[in-house]
């Protein structure tokens, strides 16, 4: 009875300690958030489809990135109320590739910047590192 108690102890802890040590190791990937965006500052949120010219399926909250140079590209439902589009600015096409070089432990916010009274000057942005 008590081998019975000890193994099921152990499973037990193995449920609770191997994904926290996974998450403490995770210091060798870059972490992208692009679930935040600031419809004030025309800064909205991504769904990145793309990292390296290749399609991904990826969560709409963020993910993790080997570190080093990346290109990431994404749409965005964007929020008109405070960056308004004008006329012929009502199509928009895709932005372009968004570069960055990702460093390992950090993490990375991007939303799309649509400031700009053109559409065509929209673009992928890092807002923030941590």
């Known amino acids: ?15 609770v300690a191997l994904p926290v040590a996974a998450e403490l190791d995770n210091s060798s990937m870059a972490k992208v958030v692009t679930q935040y965006g600031f419809p004030s500052v025309c800064l909205a949120p991504v769904a990145v489809n793309k990292i390296d010219g290749e399609t991904r399926v990826l969560s709409a909250k963020g993910f993790e990135v080997e570190p080093g140079i990346h290109t990431i590209n994404g749409r965005a439902t964007l929020d008109t ?3 308004p589009m004008t006329g012929s600015d009502q199509q928009i096409g895709s932005a372009p590739d968004l570069e960055v070089d990702f ?8 939303g799309y910047d649509h400031r700009s009274a053109k559409a065509e000057e929209w673009t992928l942005v890092v807002w923030k590192v941590e």
């Open 1 to 15: 009875m008590q081998q019975a108690v000890k193994k099921l102890l152990i499973g037990m802890f193995m449920l």
């Open 81 to 83: 109320t405070h960056c």
């Open 103 to 110: 460093e390992p432990g950090k993490t990375y916010f991007i």
